[in-house]
């Protein structure tokens, strides 16, 4: 089907709010006491059961409010109304599992949780009644301050906002749970970010080891690399630096620099790395440009960093001009094999038409074997789509796949773990148009992606697509008057967002536009919905927006399948703008004791144990100062906040 048979729907989904409906208004943004949102839970919950459908509370945190309503039976029994008694403290209690708990313990005005949930005002004056001063001032914490009479004490347990009280707030919760989770919240609801890093250089790149140390390696243009390691931590050493080898400039714009970065499939035993660059001179001694695929391997004695000695060059392609160098390299999920993307070697309208010439590796998709001796760069795979009997007169065998004019961030499909992989293996890639579209691809075995014939499925030379009659058309083209620089992405397969599975999120470098794509397969389309951004209402405590984000320069994924969005204010190769973001879904998270699988790492087996990491002190993100002799800010003093942490509910 032709790309423009596709559709593109820009909308930005909000909670409905009716003022015919009062109880949304009160009721539109359900957020849980470590200010992330609730969730379904993987299993009903046993004790709180009126929070089931949507909560914040796994199993586990379940269980320990049972027991500690359990440690005041003795209590209890000496109320003057045990059984009323024993029904409030329980509500009381599970109020941490609503949805609403922020709100309920009066953490989201304050940023610091109460004590005991906000009672309403005549259910706290009964709560007296039934269990007695006493041990409603003990649950509240209240219990060295002394009050004249319960009518005082009560006013001292409201919540900051008297729309969450206990009982009331269950209104709410029962009227959410009339729903489908994912309709109460909105289906795909505007998004928020989680600042993780800033003051960097053009970042372009966040990958991880696939090693299962959660480690986010996170590379700059101009050739520095650093690593972010699951505890939040970031050495004061870089993991590379390559600024001797790396050509760049400050010049706004400049597209040379490092590129790319992959890790070996067994980087766990061998400590190989691969990196992505533009050189000046190559291996023979000739000067001009080149993209260069270099391997490392990492410190014996330390893992966080590479061994500057072990350089080994795989493949050098020389580029025509400065511009279209493509960059993203990655391993093959199944494969093992490592997939290279060239750009057709810039200038404007591919004047040598590279694209199309399969004598050149120019606006190519590349796949090598890097699994050769010391003394081979690298070998051909035999199921490699020009190779062996399919070989042909002047074409290229490491060739994948051609017809591309400048891939600017491709990823392949990591697949659905709830299932049996579905998806997995799909490599999609944003390829830069030239002056009508931006699209998508689905990069497959031996296809044509038609540039310079076709321009998205746009006849760009009439001569050439006379002949050029077997292009395979994106999935997806959007007009420059929707953005005019396509930066490609990955399909979300994390577990703490689970109403963004299995989309495909993308963006606009030019004007930070962010979209996602969803596989309509009954009707052989890709639908394209433009994301929309939370104001404070939603973004908050620790959330914010990307509107300081004004070039989305690459996105990124963790070994979790989380998404990171990698933007700048100023896209200069030299300028410390740019900043790494988590992206998160405001509306509904996973159930942790769900997701503890997606971080688990050796030693981290239980479900009560997903890690929780800080470094000193601070609220803020990681902040690097170019200019100090280590890259980091000489004031940093921030907890890192990642994935792992947030995938715990904080109490």
């Known amino acids: 089907m032709a790309a423009s048979q596709m559709f593109l729907d820009p909308v930005c989904i909000v909670f409905v709010m009716s003022c015919c409906c009062p109880w949304l208004l009160v009721a539109a943004h359900p957020q849980c006491l470590d200010f992330l949102p609730p969730f379904s839970p993987a299993s009903a919950l046993m004790y709180c059961s009126q929070y089931s459908s949507f909560t914040c509370c796994s199993r586990v945190h379940d ?10 039976e003795p209590s209890i029994a000496n109320a003057p109304r045990p059984t009323r008694c024993g029904e409030m403290l329980k509500a009381v209690r599970c109020a941490r599992c609503s949805p609403y708990a922020s709100h309920v313990f009066s953490a989201e005005s304050t940023g610091t949780a109460s004590a005991v949930a906000g009672l309403c005002p005549d259910y706290c004056q009964e709560m007296v009644t039934a269990c007695g001063m006493d041990l409603v001032q003990n649950i ?84 520095v690399v650093r690593a972010m390691l699951a505890n939040g931590s970031i050495p004061a050493a870089p993991f590379v630096d390559l600024q001797d080898l790396v ?50 391997r990492v410190r014996e004695d330390n893992p966080n960093m590479v061994n500057r000695s072990t350089s080994k060059t795989i493949i050098e392609v020389r580029q025509p001009y400065g511009n279209h160098n493509g960059g993203e390299i990655f391993f093959g999920v199944d494969d093992g094999y490592l997939y290279i993307f060239l750009g057709d070697g810039g200038s404007a309208g591919d004047p040598a038409n590279n694209g199309l010439d399969r004598s050149t590796l120019l606006g190519s998709v590349l ?155 009954s009707a052989q389309k890709w639908k394209s919905t433009e994301l929309c951004f939370g104001g404070s209402s939603s973004c908050n405590n620790g959330l914010t927006n990307l509107d300081a984000a004004k070039f989305i320069l690459s996105f990124g994924q963790d070994e979790s399948g989380e998404i990171y969005v990698l933007a700048t204010n100023f896209a200069g190769p030299t300028s410390a703008g740019g900043k790494v973001y988590w992206l998160v879904d405001p509306a509904r998270r996973g159930d942790p004791a769900e997701c503890r699988d997606y971080f688990a790492t050796p030693g981290n087996t239980t479900e009560n144990e997903i890690p929780i990491h800080f470094v000193d002190g601070g609220n803020g993100p990681v902040d690097f100062d170019p200019s100090s002799t280590s890259g980091l800010s000489h004031s940093w003093t921030w907890i890192i906040v990642t994935p792992i942490l947030l995938a715990s509910l904080l109490s």
Not at 63 to 72: D, I, K, P, T, Y
Not at 415 to 427: A, H, K, L, Q, V
Not at 431 to 454: K, T
């Open 63 to 72: 269980a320990n409010v049972r027991a500690g309503v359990q440690s005041l």
């Open 140 to 223: 509240s914490n209240n219990g060295n301050k002394s009050y004249a009479s319960g009518g005082e004490l009560c006013a001292a347990l409201k919540p900051a906002d008297a729309d969450y009280c206990v009982p009331y707030v269950q209104n709410f919760t029962s009227r959410l749970a009339d729903q489908s989770p994912a309709a109460a919240v909105g289906d795909l609801n505007c998004l928020c970010v989680k600042e993780v890093m800033s003051g960097l250089r053009n970042p372009v790149l966040a990958v991880h080891a696939g090693d299962a140390s959660h480690r986010l390696f996170v590379g700059e243009q101009l050739g």
């Open 247 to 296: 050509v760049t400039s400050a010049r706004e714009g400049d597209e040379r620099g490092l590129l790319g970065m992959a890790f070996h499939p067994n980087h766990s035993r061998n400590g190989l790395v691969f990196f992505h660059l533009n050189v000046r001179q190559n291996s023979a001694g000739q000067h001009g440009l080149f993209n260069r695929v270099l391997r490392f």
């Open 367 to 521: 796949r090598i074997d890097v699994d050769a001796d010391d003394d081979t760069p690298y070998l051909i795979p035999p199921s490699n789509p020009f190779t062996g009997a399919n070989a042909l007169p002047q074409v290229r065998e490491e060739i994948f796949a051609y017809g591309m004019r400048n891939p600017w961030r491709c990823s392949q499909d990591i697949g659905d773990r709830r299932s049996n992989g579905t998806g997995r293996g799909r490599i999609f890639c944003g390829d830069v148009g030239q002056a009508s579209f931006e699209e998508i691809d689905l990069i497959e075995s031996g296809q044509n992606y038609g540039w310079r014939a076709w321009e998205g499925d746009m006849c760009y030379d009439a001569q050439q697509c006379k002949v050029v009659t077997d292009s395979r058309f994106p999935i997806h083209q959007y007009p420059h008057s929707v953005g005019k620089s396509v930066t490609g992405g990955y399909v979300y397969r994390g577990c703490l967002s689970p109403n963004l599975q299995g989309l495909y999120i993308y963006g606009d470098f030019v004007n930070g536009r962010m979209f996602s794509l969803e596989e309509v397969a």
